[in-house]
């Protein structure tokens, strides 16, 4: 996968706006149409605020903008792929989601994934970028490697906050 031209066309795409939210429509959109076997690609984003605006107490997941099908809004740190990579600050490279304790399947589909953590300019995780795909051990290092990249380039153009 030639990871250098996605990171080229994120960098064309992102780097004259400093929202994150077009910035995130975007990067799942390039990401969606650029892969091949993806079944979801999108982001969740850290919030403070529990359903009612009342401060959560404890860090929580909120969708994102993403691709694919419609997916569970919420999500706990620690909890399923997703908040266990935000909660250790720890890129999660699933082979078989179905062995992953605590998986949260959106989509009966998915078989692989990999979340990568986002930070805000002071280091703190402000959420994760996550690719799910039908296709078993779909990820590779290379990927990893490349989508790392990708989310550095995203921090360094989105102003990325915990969401209130
Ligand atoms: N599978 C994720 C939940 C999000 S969906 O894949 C879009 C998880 O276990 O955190």
């Not at 304790?101 to 994934?113: K, V």
């Amino acid at each position: 996968m030639d990871y250098d031209l996605i990171n080229a066309q994120l960098d064309a795409l992102i780097h004259d706006e400093p929202h994150f939210l077009p910035n995130l429509c975007n990067a799942s959109a390039l990401l969606f149409d650029s892969l091949p076997d993806l079944n979801w690609a999108g982001f969740y984003l850290k919030i403070l605020t529990d359903t009612s605006g009342k401060p959560n107490g404890k860090s929580e997941l909120l969708l994102g903008p993403f691709q694919g099908k419609t997916a569970c809004i919420r999500i706990p740190y620690g909890k399923g792929v997703c908040g266990t990579s935000a909660e250790q600050d720890k890129i999660q490279r699933v082979a078989d989601v179905h062995l992953f304790p605590g998986h949260i399947a959106c989509d009966s589909a998915s078989a692989s994934e990999i979340v990568i953590p986002l930070h805000a300019r002071d280091g703190q995780v402000v959420g994760v970028l996550d690719l799910d795909s039908p296709v078993k051990d779909r990820f590779s290092p290379e990927d990893e490697e490349g989508l790392a990249v990708f989310a550095r380039i995203l921090e360094q153009h989105c102003d990325l906050h915990p969401l209130s």
